[in-house]
């Protein structure tokens, strides 16, 4: 009994951190944001499938809720991701599943170079001059980690950066854990400078 009531808690311990560290990493970086027109920055993942898969689609659901409620004048939603190993590009696998699947009819730009996070904040870059508020859509340490990205490259685009609705209580509880001891290991070249929640 005590053995199940260890684990139990264990259980529960793990789930709370891994909520904790979601919650903190999609808060880090991100400012108040001011102004009408936004871009919407969703980044892809490996995708051999010649749909996108799992990940992708939970990335796109993601990135179309993060589209300013009041519908904000000239928003744009950027897919970004290269060729996979089936040839298509992870951003063009990406908007396809918006357009067709979700029916989303706003406007869309692809990105479809990127091969690393680096290479999709370097190649959205062009994609971002002139929009007043700025959302990076994936999982929270990525997000996060290009954030940072974007800020070592472009400082005064980075300052524009506003949250994007990538995280939310609950969502992916069981897997959070995993996805927080997995962040910790992609973040650890951020300075603590760049770990620090915005509130």
Same mark, same amino acid.
């Given at each position: 009994m005590r053995r199940r009531t260890g684990l139990a808690t264990a259980g529960a311990a793990a789930l709370v951190w891994g909520e904790w560290l979601n919650w903190r990493w999609s808060r880090a970086l991100v400012g108040s944001g001011v102004g009408a027109s936004e871009a919407v920055v969703v980044l892809g993942y490996r995708n051999p499938q010649s749909t996108a898969n799992f990940v992708n689609r939970w990335r796109v659901r993601a990135g179309i809720r993060s589209v300013a409620a009041d519908g904000a004048r000239g928003t744009r939603v950027i897919f970004s991701g290269g060729p996979t190993s089936n040839g298509a590009a992870?951003?063009? +696998?990406?908007? *396809?599943?918006?357009?067709?699947?979700? /029916?989303?009819?706003?406007? @869309? +730009?692809?990105? *479809?170079?990127?091969?690393?996070?680096? /290479?999709?904040?370097?190649? @959205?870059?062009?994609?971002?001059?002139?929009?007043?508020?700025?959302?990076?859509?994936?999982?929270?340490?990525?997000a996060l980690k290009a954030r940072a990205y974007l800020r070592r490259q472009r400082p005064d685009l980075a300052a524009r950066v506003v949250r994007a609705d990538d995280y939310r209580p609950g969502e992916w509880m069981v897997g959070k854990p995993l996805l927080a001891l997995y962040g910790l290991w992609t973040l650890r070249g951020l300075t603590a400078e760049e770990r620090k929640v915005s509130l």
């Open positions: 992870e951003a063009q +696998l990406m908007a *396809d599943y918006a357009k067709s699947v979700l /029916e989303y009819d706003g406007t @869309v +730009l692809l990105e *479809d170079r990127s091969a690393t996070t680096w /290479e999709n904040i370097t190649n @959205v870059i062009p994609l971002l001059e002139g929009v007043d508020r700025i959302k990076i859509v994936s999982q929270p340490a990525h």
